[in-house]
Each structure stands twice: as structure tokens, then as C-alpha cells.
């Protein structure tokens, strides 16, 4: 049997425990009642226990998913953020790899330039080195024409050896100039080449130190994303269960709004044969009397011994859910919360508001423990009075009971999130502001 099946089950049976409000009469009706629930009690106690373990499945359910969905929000964010950080690395990579291979072209160029430079330098040096040599070699030219012409060379040939001898000069001259500035510029051509290949050194390093981040952003994203995934399959496993629960609950919950409108329709039955044998009651009395207008209507109706027109609170404590439309804290369906709850501790005894007949006490999916207590007439009404969400009972079914008098505990059973009396108050029949009445 499924936890769907076994609540129909609770509640079929709970059905059967107030089908018995049709027969003829009240005493009959009373009688049958207690021997439908004697009867059933039993079977009552474990369809109990199912009906609690699918609300409770049905509650786990929700948290579940509102826990899987927390942290697949968190886990989605985390990763957003990660793959921001790897977007922003990416992106420094490929500006660090643009500027590294333009500071290697740099490079390349300026070790280029030095190679043409020593090469050069290298060139001057050997001319001036031959120079010297020949120099060396030929003597002073100026002094060997000057010479010649002591010894009768001709004038005109001295002006010419003199004049070539200048302009040798002044080639020699120009060639040491450009050594010397050849080794200035491969000076500078050293030091440019040393400055890019640091350069270049430095962000080779922050390059290589990027791509670790990367590599490491990198593994947390796919670790992230690897988490995300499986967050994924629980959030969609504790989806699909919270469904299965919810549309079981939903389910009951039909079943409950079907049970409650047929349990209304045979209390409304019970009331009118109620009022009409008060009103019978009452003409016997006053035809007894002879027609005096001594006779007084007790306001119970001859059936409590309860002359107070009012209520009296259950339970100390304060409001936490007044009677009107609200949505269900468990099933999330907004309708009539036909009671109001008074929040006090599980345990806490719970007191007729007013003197009364136990019509019945049973378990309902959705209510829990509930007594179920007729005050008779109070106001020219029928008023009964229900007591929700017991954990456990202090009368028994036709049980006579006074105002005040203890006729169960505080508790959390049924559709509960926590320990409550739902307290509903039924004029003729139907639910009504409980505190009109109080």
C-alpha cells in the first residue's frame, strides 16, 4: 500500500467514524457512534502513523529541495564568479602575449643592429690597425718629399706628395672618428639589447605566472561546474520527490475537503434534529404550563446544562493564526483557515470551552487528534466545538463534560508545523469567526 493509499485509508476510516450521524435519532446516533469507533480504533492507530510519516515525508520533501536549490544558487554564483576571474586571466594572457612578442621583435631588431654595428666596428678597427702598419712601415711621407727635394726633386712633385700626404691624413682621420662613434653606438646598441632582453625576461615570467592562475582557475571552474552538475541531479531528485509528495498531499488534502464537507453536512444534521426537539421541548414545557410565559430557555437546549451564551478560551497563550484565507504552511494552497490557532507547548491541557457532549474523538489526516464536542444551544444556535492537533485525549466519545473541565493535550499531529490547538467553533453547522464567541 502506498503513504498516498494508507491517508485515503485514514481518512475512509475517519469517514466511517461520523457516518453513523444520519441515524434516526440523537441517542441512537450517540450509540452508534461509540460502537463505529470501538470498532475501528484500532485500525484508526495505524493509519495514524502512515498519515503522519507522508506529512512529515511531504515537509522533509520541501526542505530538501529548498536546501538542494540554496546550494546550487550558491554553487552557480561561485562559478560565475570563477569563470569571471579565468575571463579576466584569459584576457591579461593574451595582452602579456602581444607585448612579449613585440618585445622580442624589439629584441631580434636591436641584436640585429649590434651585429651590424660590431661588424663595423670590427672593419674600422682593421683599416686604422693597416694604417698604422703602413705608416709604420713608409715613415713620415712629409719628411721623405721634403727630402726629394733637397736632394733636386722637382718642386711641383713636392706640392704633391705634401698634398697626399694631407688628404691620407684626413682619411685616416675620418676612419678613427667612425671607430670611435662605431663604439659608442655599439655601446648603446649593448645596453638597449640587455634592457629588452630583461624586458622581455620580465614578462616571460608575469606571462608563465598568468597561465599557473589560469591552470588553477581553470581546475576550480571545472571542479565548480563538476559540483554544480551534481547539485543539479539532487535539486531535480528532491524536485521530483517534493512532487510526488506534494501531489499525494495535494490529494489527501481533497480528500480532507471532501471528508470535512461531508462531516458538515451530518453535523448539520444532527443540529437540525437538535433544535427541533429543543423547540419541541420547549412547547411541551410551555403546554405543560399551561401557556405561561414562565417557562426559560436555558440556552442549552436541555441537552448540556450550560446556561452561558458564550465561550470560554481553551487555552492560555497568544493568536498565531486567526480563522479567515490564508495559504497552507505545508501544501502552499490558499483557502479558509476555518479555525484559529492559539500557540502554546505540546502537553499543554486543553479545557471545554463550554459544558457539552463528547460527540466524537478521532484521528483525521489533516487535523490530527480531534474532539469534536456538541454545547448544545447557545444564542437561539447550535454550537459545536472542535478541538484539533491533540496529543493525546483526556475523554472518551459520549463522555459528559463540564465548562473548564481538561478534555485533552496540546500536541502537533496531523497537518502540523509545530505544537498548536486549531480551536474551531461550528454555529448550525458551519464554521465561524471562533472569536465571536470567545
Known amino acids: 500500500?502506498?503513504?498516498?493509499?494508507?491517508?485515503?485509508?485514514?481518512?475512509?476510516?475517519?469517514?466511517?467514524?461520523?457516518?453513523?450521524?444520519?441515524?434516526?435519532?440523537?441517542?441512537?446516533?450517540?450509540?452508534?457512534?461509540?460502537?463505529?469507533?470501538?470498532?475501528?480504533?484500532?485500525?484508526?492507530?495505524?493509519?495514524?502513523?502512515?498519515?503522519?510519516?507522508?506529512?512529515?515525508?511531504?515537509?522533509?520533501?520541501?526542505?530538501?529541495?529548498?536546501?538542494?536549490?540554496?546550494?546550487?544558487?550558491?554553487?552557480?554564483?561561485?562559478?560565475?564568479?570563477?569563470?569571471?576571474?579565468?575571463?579576466?586571466?584569459?584576457?591579461?594572457?593574451?595582452?602579456?602575449?602581444?607585448?612579449?612578442?613585440?618585445?622580442?621583435?624589439?629584441?631580434?631588431?636591436?641584436?640585429?643592429?649590434?651585429?651590424?654595428?660590431?661588424?663595423?666596428?670590427?672593419?674600422?678597427?682593421?683599416?686604422?690597425?693597416?694604417?698604422?702598419?703602413?705608416?709604420?712601415m713608409a715613415g713620415d711621407s712629409g719628411l721623405k718629399a721634403f727630402g726629394d727635394l733637397l736632394r733636386g726633386a722637382d718642386p711641383a712633385e713636392f706640392s704633391e706628395s705634401m698634398s697626399a700626404s694631407t688628404s691620407i691624413g684626413d682619411a685616416q682621420i675620418a676612419i678613427m672618428q667612425e671607430l670611435a662613434a662605431s663604439e659608442v653606438m655599439l655601446g648603446i646598441e649593448r645596453d638597449e639589447v640587455e634592457e629588452l632582453r630583461d624586458q622581455v625576461a620580465a614578462q616571460k615570467a608575469e606571462a608563465e605566472a598568468v597561465v599557473v592562475q589560469m591552470q588553477s582557475l581553470t581546475a576550480q571552474a571545472e571542479q565548480q561546474a563538476a559540483s554544480v552538475a551534481e547539485l543539479v541531479t539532487a535539486r531535480a531528485g528532491a524536485k521530483r520527490n517534493a512532487d510526488v509528495t506534494l501531489q499525494a498531499d495535494l490529494a489527501l488534502q481533497r480528500d480532507l475537503e471532501a471528508d470535512r464537507a461531508r462531516l458538515e453536512r451530518q453535523v448539520a444534521e444532527i443540529v437540525r434534529k437538535e433544535l427541533e426537539a429543543a423547540e419541541r421541548e420547549r412547547q411541551r414545557r410551555l403546554k405543560k404550563k399551561g401557556g405561561g410565559g414562565g417557562d426559560k430557555d436555558n440556552g442549552g437546549g436541555g441537552t448540556t446544562g450550560d446556561s452561558g451564551g458564550t465561550l470560554s478560551r481553551p487555552v492560555p497563550g497568544p493568536i498565531t493564526s486567526p480563522y479567515g484565507m490564508r495559504r497552507h504552511p505545508i501544501t502552499g494552497v490558499y483557502k479558509l483557515h476555518d479555525g484559529t490557532d492559539f500557540g502554546v507547548g505540546c502537553g499543554v491541557p486543553i479545557r471545554a470551552a463550554a459544558a457539552g457532549t463528547v460527540i466524537s474523538q478521532y484521528y483525521n489526516g489533516g487535523y490530527g487528534n480531534r474532539v469534536i464536542l456538541n454545547n448544545g444551544v447557545k444564542r437561539g444556535v447550535s454550537v459545536i466545538t472542535t478541538y484539533n492537533h491533540l496529543s493525546r485525549y483526556a475523554v472518551s466519545t459520549g463522555a459528559r463534560v463540564s465548562r473548564g473541565q481538561v478534555i485533552g493535550y496540546v500536541g502537533s499531529t496531523g497537518y502540523s508545523t509545530g505544537c498548536h490547538l486549531h480551536f474551531m467553533v461550528l454555529v448550525n453547522g458551519s464554521t465561524t469567526q471562533p472569536m465571536n464567541w470567545l
Do not use: N, W
Not at 3 to 23: D, E, N, Y
Not at 50 to 68: G, I, M, N, P
Not at 109 to 123: F, I, N, P, T
Open 1 to 136: 500500500m502506498t503513504r498516498l493509499r494508507k491517508p485515503i485509508l485514514a481518512l475512509a476510516l475517519s469517514a466511517m467514524l461520523v457516518a453513523g450521524f444520519s441515524t434516526p435519532t440523537f441517542g441512537d446516533e450517540k450509540d452508534d457512534l461509540q460502537r463505529q469507533q470501538r470498532e475501528t480504533e484500532k485500525k484508526l492507530d495505524a493509519a495514524k502513523d502512515e498519515v503522519q510519516e507522508s506529512t512529515k515525508a511531504a515537509r522533509d520533501a520541501k526542505a530538501a529541495l529548498a536546501r538542494a536549490e540554496s546550494k546550487l544558487s550558491a554553487a552557480q554564483s561561485e562559478l560565475g564568479r570563477t569563470r569571471g576571474r579565468l575571463a579576466v586571466a584569459e584576457a591579461e594572457d593574451a595582452r602579456l602575449r602581444a607585448a612579449l612578442e613585440k618585445a622580442q621583435a624589439q629584441l631580434a631588431a636591436a641584436e640585429a643592429r649590434l651585429k651590424k654595428a660590431e661588424r663595423e666596428l670590427r672593419s674600422s678597427r682593421g683599416a686604422v690597425e693597416s694604417f698604422a702598419v703602413e705608416s709604420v
